[in-house]
Structure formats: C-alpha cells, structure tokens
C-alpha cells in the first residue's frame, strides 16, 4: 500500500541534543513538507521540497535542518538552537499542484 | 504567510444536530482545501474547491466557496460521534503547492 511513514511515533530528547525525524513516503509525490502542531494550535510550517536536492524554509524554520537526498525521504533535524522543541511534528507529501497533502501520522517529541 | 482565519474556534453540539466552520480571507484565494484530524490523529484531506461559488458534498458533508473566492464554509447535517475532531482549512498561500492551514474549529459531539 503507499503512504508516508513517521518514525519514530514518539520521541524524547535531553534539552540541549540533537534529534533526527525520519519521514519517507512511496507515492511517487514530488513536494513533501514538515509541519509543527503545539497543543490545540494548527499547523505550521517549517520546511519544505519540491524536488530533490532542493528545499526552502516555511514560517519557523528557525532551529531546525532537513535534507532531500532521495525523492522518497526528507529527514528533519532538530538542533538545539530550537528553543521550544516539545511538539507534534507531521510531514507530508503530495503532487505539485493543487493537490491535497498525505500526512504521515506524526512524531511526538518531548525535550525534557 | 498570510493565515486564513477560522471561525469558531469550538463547537460543542448534540448529537444529530447541524455544524458549520467558517473560513475568511482578506485576499482571493485560487483554491482551498479542508482537512478533517481526529484526537490524537493526523489530518486527512477531505476535499478541495477551485472554482467561485462551488458546492460540494460528501454524503452530510457540504463544502462551499464563496463568489469572490475569499471564503468557505463545511457544513455537516445531523452530527454523529464518528464527525468528532478539529477541521482546518487551506489555502495555497505562496504558490505552488505550500499550503498555510487555518487555526481550526474543534468539533465535540455529545450523546
């Protein structure tokens, strides 16, 4: 079956680590997307690919790396300088234009 | 980007009565789309509106574009507990593909 896998489902860090999400999808889409969610608070932006070797910042990009080695994956890094880690982190997929996203079923980090 | 405005925020109703959210932009929209996340879960997308003043429905649920293409609407007839979860709205503020979501309104269905 394709879809877009999340791993792991839930992540705890010591504050001042690095962590690495890890998304990978089989769907063939060429644009993916890492998205943030705090408690009861929508989505928002962190960074996004719409073609291999190639990304561009979102709304909070701040603290946080990615890489798009294979269309297929699009591992995001959280560094240390992301002051408030702790959130939901969802990535997503989906064709070029004007289509709907694919989300994968996220990664709770807790940074204690 | 510019955040597409999302009204309620909650909604608590009985169950079999009627829900609708609300979504308003300042700007025209080429399209938007409407994501429904259950508790815990992730959002799944349930449809997408392009042309001005469409109307779609998926069995109780009707989506709606507004004329100038700066707002719309889900409505769902008669809720049941399964419609439980935040619904977003979407807009692809930017260009290409890179959606900018609504706040979201939390639906809670009572018994």
Redesign the interface.
Known sequence: DGGITQSPKYLFRKEGQNVTLSCEQNLNHDAMYWYRQDPGQGLRLIYYSQIVNDFQKGDIAEGYSVSREKKESFPLTVTSAQKNPTAFYLCASSLLSNYGYTFGSGTRLTVV | ?QQVMQIPQYQHVQEGEDFTTYCNSSTTL??I?W?KQRPG?????L??L?KSGEVKKQKRLTFQFGEAKKNSSLHITATQTTDVGTY?CAD?TGG?????????T?LKVEL
């Open positions: 980007g080429s399209n789309q994501y879960g992730h959002p799944v997308f449809i997408q392009v977003f692809p290409g593909n890179k959606l900018t979501f609504g706040t979201g939390q």
